[in-house]
């Protein structure tokens, strides 16, 4: 083994992923996107980055292999207004949530899969959604509500996420 190589016991943080998903062609769906990336650049070398717009059983290459991966995500639901910054594990969401058709697969489920093919998958899941207004039209701007909040909520993700592991004593 080379001197430099790193092992799960040297590291002095959980190998961690900012799973960005959306698609930055249909307005408000692509605010996943922008704010995973703000959220990695706050992050720095504690986390990598990947950006998505697949079904979620293309995604265990994905997340194979992190202890930890945190889902950055626009939230379409008639129950939350827009800009409303939502947080859930893969536990929270109800059975079902985010099948679209026969092709997609719920994140818990896709998870589960993962672990049944023997994939390592990670213990620890994040999901942050921000609730959009419109993610079903073509174009790259977000909506005033979701162009309002999104900074800010990329900030509290990364807070909420990574400052434990800034302070001194880590």
Do not use: K, Q
């Not at 005033?144 to 990329?154: E, F, K, L, Y």
Request: net charge negative; aromatic share 6%.
């Amino acid at each position: 083994m080379e001197a430099d190589a790193e092992t799960p016991m040297s590291r002095t943080h959980p190998r961690t992923l900012i799973l960005g998903l959306g698609n930055e062609l249909l307005r408000d769906d692509g605010v996943g996107l922008r704010s995973a990336r703000r959220v990695a650049e706050l992050a720095g070398s504690r986390a990598d980055l990947a950006e998505a717009c697949v079904a979620t059983v293309d995604l265990l290459p994905l997340i194979e292999g992190y202890d930890r991966v945190v889902v950055v995500d626009a939230w379409a639901s008639d129950d939350v207004p827009p800009g409303t910054a939502v947080h859930v594990t893969p536990d929270d969401l109800p059975a079902g949530f985010g099948r679209r058709s026969f092709h997609t697969l719920p994140f818990r489920e896709m998870l589960e899969l993962g672990r049944r093919l023997g994939l390592c998958m990670p213990n620890e899941v994040s999901i942050h959604g921000l609730s959009v207004e419109d993610a079903a039209t073509f174009g790259t701007g977000l909506s005033p509500r979701v162009a309002g909040a999104w900074p800010d909520w990329a900030e509290r993700i990364y807070l909420e996420e990574f400052a434990a592991e800034a302070s001194p004593s880590s």
